[in-house]
């Protein structure tokens, strides 16, 4: 969406949490002049970079963790805009969907010049883009964007905009299919994802476009056009991204260039920077980045070894007798907080952060080494776009619809599988075996005391059963996809609201407002959309 100042400068249009009532970006650049981007010195290769790093999937979603039952921070007050719901409220947090204009520059630009490998990849990031921020807002401007002349572009409905995603990612394919690399300059440099090899980038752009189809498949009206989208991954033949094959990149993170953004934004232990600081609700990123109970008693609940992965022990142990505000079941040295409930430091003394854990791995300070386990690896860990969890996730639950062909059993148990290699449980990243053989013995030992919520022969509802695992593995990982999931496959998993009195609503809710700025620069378009309830209103793919 855009209009234009008298200075020419594109004026953002903001999407925040709706709690917020003003927020950093929106979905076009403040900071963004179309002019400072005509010089021929700048070349695909000096824009590709940061647009990838700006493609992370954690970067705006860290409310998400608290909604999702993940994590929770112990001392927000009563009637706190995260926990209420409410957003009449400032919170630090947003959600600003920004689609950054510098990736049409980058299309435009590549193409001008015949590097279509650029160009391919420009279309893969819009795609990515777009889809985020219809699963969190459903309509939004598309079709006007980025065209200058325009000052209050129209709003396109999610299904408009799904659909011809679909198609940017056909034209990527045959793009990036058939560059050739010595046209296009520093690719395997300037892709710090895959450094240019063409083969990953299709398996990627495959599991994107399985997204993208898994997002609607509850929609029974949605049923043939899904039949021929697949038809059409089956034919074009590379498959999708498979064990150890993440959708991650990494710039070469050191220390005095910068983290890798989720160690510096999460990690505990992290003594190098990084993160943020917000001084309206006094806390710093890493603070997030607790557990909830929840998500860890399920683990317990589970015997599920991954629960020292997902969370990282406790630094200092509780003393016995210490007052807690709740039972905490289980292993003592992996505790939680709960969202809504706010805890009297003075009253439990025991309940603040280096008594609750933290987010799994954090002591990995150090290098990324063989022997990191947990969610956290490193200081100079990459950041993943989309990780091969997801990716076994979605050929999982394809093939149990029968879109693809194998064996619904063996893609559920490969799936989670893939969760414990990711996490390298097994404590040697070079041996997945290691990690192979802890699922196993968890799996068959959880087979043998028929646990639902783990074996595929004692689940009644084998479709739960893999939403369920699903939302395990998602655990600090893809908060927007287990939302997507919750919301797409009616409240499900049964996540529990805020335990806040003075919240809101008695649910999730389905999506988030547009700023209220809209409102005033584009009414009637935005008005068009007709009434929105953060509870009600549903995104487009919501059967």
């Known amino acids: ?113 015949r590097m279509t490998f650029y160009t391919g990849i420009a279309k893969v990031l819009r ?71 063409q083969a990953k980038w299709i398996k990627f752009i495959n599991t994107i476009k399985l997204r993208l189809l898994i997002h609607q498949a509850n929609r029974t009206d949605r049923a043939a056009y899904i039949t021929a989208e697949i038809a059409k991954i089956k034919n074009e033949g590379s498959g999708f991204l498979e064990s150890g094959q993440d959708a991650s990149v990494n710039p070469g993170y050191i220390i005095n260039k910068k983290l890798s953004y989720y160690f510096g934004s999460f990690s505990s232990h992290n ?21 909830n109970v929840f998500a860890m008693n399920l683990l317990k609940q589970n015997n599920d070894p991954r629960q020292e992965l997902f969370y990282s022990t406790i630094d200092i142990p509780v003393p016995s007798g210490a007052p807690e505000p709740f039972p905490q079941p289980g292993r003592q040295d992996l505790r939680g907080n709960k969202v809504g409930l706010y805890v009297n430091s003075g009253a439990f003394p025991y309940q603040d952060g280096a008594y609750i854990s933290s987010v799994g791995g954090s002591r990995n300070s150090d290098i990324v080494k063989p022997e990191a386990r947990g969610i956290i690896k490193g200081r100079d860990m990459a950041d ?35 969760s414990f290699r990711w996490l390298n449980a097994g404590g040697n990243a070079t041996a997945p075996a290691l990690s192979d053989a802890i699922f196993d013995t968890w799996y068959n030992a959880e087979v043998t005391a028929g646990n639902v919520n783990v074996s595929w022969a004692a689940a009644p509802d084998k479709y739960k059963l893999l939403m369920f695992q699903k939302y395990m593995a998602f655990n600090g990982i893809e908060p927007l996809e287990s939302w997507t ?23 999730l809710p389905f999506r988030l407002l547009y700023n209220s700025n809209e409102y005033i620069v584009n009414a009637a378009n935005v008005n068009a959309v007709g009434p929105v309830n953060i509870f009600t209103s549903k995104i487009w793919w919501m059967p």
């Open 1 to 113: 969406m855009m209009t234009m100042h008298s200075s020419n400068k594109i004026l953002p249009l903001l999407l925040c949490l709706l709690l917020v009532t003003g927020c950093k970006k929106g979905w076009l650049d403040v900071n963004y002049n179309p002019r400072d981007l005509t010089s021929t010195d700048a070349t695909p290769d000096l824009i590709l970079a940061p647009l990838l790093e700006r493609a992370i999937a954690v970067q705006e979603t860290r409310f998400l963790q608290h909604w999702m039952g993940y994590w929770a921070y112990y001392h927000f007050p009563s009637g706190h805009a995260l926990q209420t719901y409410d957003r009449t409220q400032i919170d630090g947090d947003s959600f600003s969907g920004e689609v950054a204009p510098e990736i049409a520059f980058l299309e435009t630009r590549s193409r001008d010049l």
């Open 127 to 197: 795609v990515l883009a777009f889809q985020r921020a219809v699963d969190v807002v459903n309509s939004m401007p598309y079709k006007d964007a980025f065209i200058s002349t325009i000052l209050q572009p129209r709003y396109d409905d999610g299904l408009t905009i799904y659909e011809d995603l679909m198609r940017q990612l056909d034209e990527a394919t045959t793009l990036i299919k058939g560059a050739k690399l010595g046209d296009n300059i520093k690719i395997s440099v300037a892709d710090i994802m895959f450094h240019g090899e």
């Open 271 to 291: 003594q190098y920077g990084g993160g943020d600081y917000n001084p309206l609700m006094q806390m710093g990123s890493r603070e997030w980045a607790h557990a």
């Open 384 to 418: 993943w776009v989309m990780t091969s969890i997801e990716s076994k996730f979605l050929q999982a639950e394809a093939i149990q619809r029968g879109w693809l062909p194998g064996i619904a059993e063996e893609a559920y148990k490969d799936a989670v599988k893939e």
């Open 485 to 507: 999931d919750y919301r797409r496959n009616g409240r499900y998993p049964d996540v529990p609201i805020s335990i806040d009195p003075a919240r809101v609503g008695n649910t």
